[in-house]
């Protein structure tokens, strides 16, 4: 069974540099919102925002994928019930397990250190400032996820972290 690793957090926290480690430890597929809403921005049909659009194109890609059998990371901010959501019911349409993960970085001036010097590896993506991300609406969790803390472990720790919670999801359906 496949499995669904959903990356939740504020901008600047380092879910996609978690998500790659990661995908090169497990062989899972990344894939990155911010890749999809920039093209969606540079398109003919120039969507912007992309509001729920980036969200899911990402989840049927993912959805496409976990039906074949690969596990998928969705690196997104996630910020509120209605996404979250969104990864349940990617994961129960293509019945595969469901691995909420909260990158978080508790270290509050390496966070903004990050925002404020971090450079787009993205094509046409604006990366948001320190006052956005830091006002950015986020809220509370309300079911159980892993909590990783880029301001107090290594991104190597991380995803073994992560990796690590994968085992006993995979091993429940072999």
């Keep these: ?3 669904l690793i959903s990356l939740s957090g504020l901008p ?4 996609t540099t978690v998500a790659k480690a990661l995908a090169a430890r497990t062989k899972a597929f990344h894939l990155r919102v911010d890749s999809v809403e920039a093209a969606l921005k540079r398109s003919v049909l120039n969507i ?14 993912a959805k496409d994928n976990l039906l074949l059998g690969f596990d998928v ?15 349940s019911q990617t994961a ?3 019945s595969a397990q469901l691995l909420n993960v909260e ?6 001036k390496l966070h903004r250190q ?6 787009s590896d993205v094509e046409g993506l604006v990366l948001p400032d320190w006052k956005k ?10 079911v159980d996820r892993v909590v990783v803390d880029t301001g107090t472990m290594t991104i190597d720790d991380c995803a073994a972290t992560i990796a690590q919670e994968m085992k006993p999801l995979r091993s429940r359906f072999r």
């Design 1 to 3: 069974m496949s499995i």
């Design 12 to 15: 600047g926290v380092g879910k």
């Design 48 to 61: 912007h925002p992309a509001e729920d659009a980036g969200y899911l194109a990402i989840s049927s890609i």
């Design 73 to 87: 990371i969705a690196d997104t901010v996630n910020p509120i019930r209605t996404t979250r959501e969104l990864w």
């Design 92 to 94: 129960t349409a293509s």
């Design 103 to 108: 990158v978080v970085c508790s270290n509050e």
């Design 114 to 119: 990050r925002v404020e010097t971090r450079k």
């Design 133 to 142: 991300v830091s006002k950015r609406e986020f809220e509370p969790w309300q």
